[in-house]
């Protein structure tokens, strides 16, 4: 059965950085592109931040220059380094694969990203 755990999110300053964890399981995790998706209140699930089996990487315009996804194949894990956080980053924050090149498995719990004040 495949599963993703996500974990790393919390309430930081605007300003401040997280670093976010995706533990896959169920799966060969290395032959996949990997991506991270956020959901804040009211809005639709959105990819912000993809990476490749061969660690090509890709982002929403969003978080380009702030964000910086990674993968440890050995360890079937996915990391997302974020600076200079703001307020508008606030979501709950999921991983998955990518959905440009793969269906969707079921989604984990996600990890809350809070950016205030």
């Known amino acids: 059965q495949v599963q993703f755990v996500e974990s790393g999110g919390g309430l930081v300053q605007p300003g401040g950085s997280l670093k976010l964890s995706c533990a896959a399981s169920g799966i060969i995790f290395g032959i996949y592109s990997m991506g991270w998706y956020r959901q804040a209140p009211g809005n639709q699930r959105e990819l912000v931040a993809r990476?490749?089996?061969?660690?090509?990487?890709d982002y929403a315009d969003s978080v380009k220059g702030r964000f910086t996804v990674s993968r440890d194949n050995a360890k079937n894990t996915m990391y997302l380094q974020m600076n200079s956080l703001k307020p508008e980053d606030t979501a709950v924050y999921y991983c998955?694969?990518?959905?440009?090149?793969?269906?969707?498995?079921?989604w984990g719990q996600g990890t809350q990203v809070t950016v205030s004040s």
């Open positions: 998955n694969l990518d959905k440009t090149s793969w269906p969707l498995y079921n």
């Open positions: 990476i490749t089996h061969s660690d090509v990487t």
